[in-house]
């Protein structure tokens, strides 16, 4: 690839997306933060930054090189969510490790860990084999371990990813129909055995979802105001540092989980679909690198790098939406706290490294 | 191979069919949010419109305590009161109008209270509290709460009143506060959920507002299944707005303003039968009881007359700290704090002397001779003149085919500088008003503060007018004529000053090495870096020391009889005419003052500062129709400048 064509090759639109998105992210913290400058609001643009840049270094190691890594990368954050229950900080759940600097979280790279190391799995199986049952159940092992893990920590929302990143990952690796429609089955059978492994917490969140009426000065608070909040938010909004709801602290977790509310509430119908038009557009590019590459790796990795940022958004929206129940999930690049943005830099920095390779094959890669 | 080759090429249309597939799924599951989206914000947002009203209702706002203003020494200028106001929330009323006319039948409202009410209610969402009577009485508070039963949908709540407790004395400078207006309102919608809040709306009331506001408290209303209210849950305590220390001297500011008013009269007691007499027979008179003034003056015809209208401001020369700023008359302050009527509003709104006008910032005047220190400092800079220069006055200049009057009909005879200005020779001043020009007399005016904003702090201030040629030529489109030039000279024509920009002057007069700016906040006198330097010439401004000093010191000066003993003042009378003589008039002889209408009479002015060697403060005083600077003027200046000398020793 000469320069001219590498250029042409980074995914601008998903680097423009992304920026358009912290921008928005900053004029929420702001009007979330009462329209004072505070410093999360300099932190997040701060860590935006620091994104930026890491990517940018991500972007440039070469492609064997995460290619190689991603059994180490997954084995170590095995290691760490064995350990974490023991090591670990952090109220009600242990999700993080104190580095000092920063609380860090390892069910965060562990979406991507699971992802590149399934990737690496499925694209070194012959075509022989991929007919074959057996050489599934070690992908299922590189998912369903970290996956257990995250849940008894617990995190539903993260636990949910990181297994439907996998199992879309598998899926579009090849599987014959008949085992997707076995793996369907195992799953259906096996609910009832997850609801017994659940907390009662989150068994409450799940019921108060299904009825959040009953309970609206419980846990069901949370949603009602966030549902108002959107309503009365209306097709043009309340317009900017306006949003009663969020201004009068009727919303909960306006900085973090419940940031899209206040979007919507400020700017109304229009507003969301600006976010929700942008994320897509961010989905695409990387579903379109896929689509585009050569290689076996490159495509597996994209598709489970885009269901990620898909269920970001997704989980994220449904859940302010009273769509889904209360699991605790960010809004990447928009909501305050930085493991989500780590992640989608991440994700953004490896997208580019894989357009940059789009015409290997996959020996060259391994 | 071959058939490889096949096979990959299989798995490959597998993988892209199934990301494909996936990306499809993603779509769907992106619309569903959408439609969710369009269902909550779009269909359903009436409804959660309201909910969110009803959240906003149920969350209180409270008033924090407005922050105090107070003088140099601490005194009290502005403060609050704790009064207890009744609140109407139109929501939980069944019939508005008829719970009005209920407790219309316990304290007693006016018909031009509840069509306001009535008027407002129309006019804001429901849940919006009404003020229906602030400054609750301990009687009506009782008589109310016993009925309270029948009385569905009021509240009481505490608020705050604003007291001036200086009354009519500092009512320029601290300005009012009154209810929040329309506009107000359209600016920050915030504010209409504040039942009861008031903003300044003149003086540093309006200027330091935001300050002295204070942040509002927030408070969590739990409602009981009829709405009533059940608990107050504080979320944040309000906090009291910020306090403000001036450095008024509230003493000096008293005497001020009483020997402003007096002038050259003699105070008479208000209750004679005489002065009732008086008053009835009197429209002038009368319109200055109406806004509660009690003074009433004797002049020397032994007429009964209202007190002078004019202005004071002193301010240390050092500091620009401004000890006190008098504007007469006044107002009191306290009756915007309550509810002021339509009467007592009219009465000061219509009143012929501008009550409301701040005459020391925003009063525009005529220097007339006391402007005559720039135009010879101006001369003496430019160097078409020495301190030694002489010209001859026969009572008037002979320019064109104009005659240019001196006020000594008689002529000053031959005067040098600092002679033309002890006696206020017209003639001398005409003259190098012309030799210098009027663009280098424009700068040194400007460079002593005249027609520059002093940006004191109190709102409304007037800038003035300091012409020069390209003045006329931006603002009257026709060019700049010597006579005009001739005319600056004594202060008159076009040249527009404020008085506080006379005491500015004076006091870079008599400090002599800084450009000192005139200080109202306590802050700034603390905290301020050094003024810049005044960058004339040390000789030229002895020389107008000198003869500023002469005015009061030499036998022909013009304030010769108002000497501060003990001290030593310098200064310069101004007199400005406001209505021409006529020719008939002159001939007729009535020409004194006094004689003449209010109306009619000229302008008092006098700037000076004290003591002479030691320079501390400088003055400047208008009296508006006060007759003479050197009668009227003069005397003022120097009493005021001895009681804040004086107190200087306590």
New interface residues.
Partial sequence: MNWTSKILAIPWLMITGMLILVIIGTMALYSASDGVWTSSVQQHLLRSAIGFLLASFIAFIPINWIFRASFIMWAFIVCLLTVIPFIGVGAGATRWINLGFMNFQPSEPAKIAVILFLARYLSLRTFDQIDKLIIYLPAVFIVAIPTLLVLRQPDLGTGLMIFVGGIAVIFVSGVPKRYVFLGIGTFAASIPIIWGQLYDYQKARLLTFLNPEKDVLGAGWQITQSKIALGSGGLFGKGYLQGSQSQLDYLPEKQTDFVFTLIGEEFGFVGSMTIIFIYFLIILSITGIGLRAKNRFTRLVASGLAMVVFLYVFINIAMVTGVLPVVGAPLPLISYGGTAMLTTFLILGICINLSLNIVKEDIEIS | MAK?RK??QE??N???R???L??GL??V??L???G???Q???L??D???K???K??FD?RLVIAPRGRILDSKNRLLAGNSEVFELVVIPARTKDLKKLLYNIDAIIGLSGEDINRIIEIAKNQPDFLGISIKSNLTQRELSHLAIRSAVLEGVLFQKNFNRIYPQGKLLSHVTGYVSGITESEVKKN?QLQRLVGLKTGKSGLEKSLDESLRGIVG?ERIEVNSRGKPVSFIS?RLPKQGNDHQLTIDIDIQSYAVHRLKLGNSEQVELAKSSVQEAINKDAALRAHINIGETMILRDANSRYVPPETGAVVIMDIHTGAIVAMASSPAYDPNLFAGRLTNRAWHNLNKHPRVPLLNRVIAGLYSPGSTFKMVVYAAALEAGVISSDTSYTCRGFFEFGDRNFYCWQEKGHGTVNGRQAISQSCDVYFYQIALKTGIDRIQNMAIRMGLGVMTDVGIPGEKLGIMPNRAWKKNNRGTVWTPGETVIAGIGQGFVLTTPIQLAVMTARLANGKKAVKARLLADLIKNSEDFLPLNINSTVLREIQRSMRSVVSSTRGTARRYELDGYGMAGKTGTVQVKRISKIEREEGIIENIDRRWKDRDHALFVGYAPYDKPKYAISVIVEHGGSGSSMAAPIARDILKFALERLKI
């Fill in positions: 490889k096979e990959i798995v490959s597998q993988i892209s199934r990301m494909l996936v990306g993603q779509v599951f992106g569903i949010l959408v969710r989206l369009y909550l914000q779009i359903d947002s409804s959660y419109l909910l969110s009203e959240n906003q969350h919608r927030k979320d």
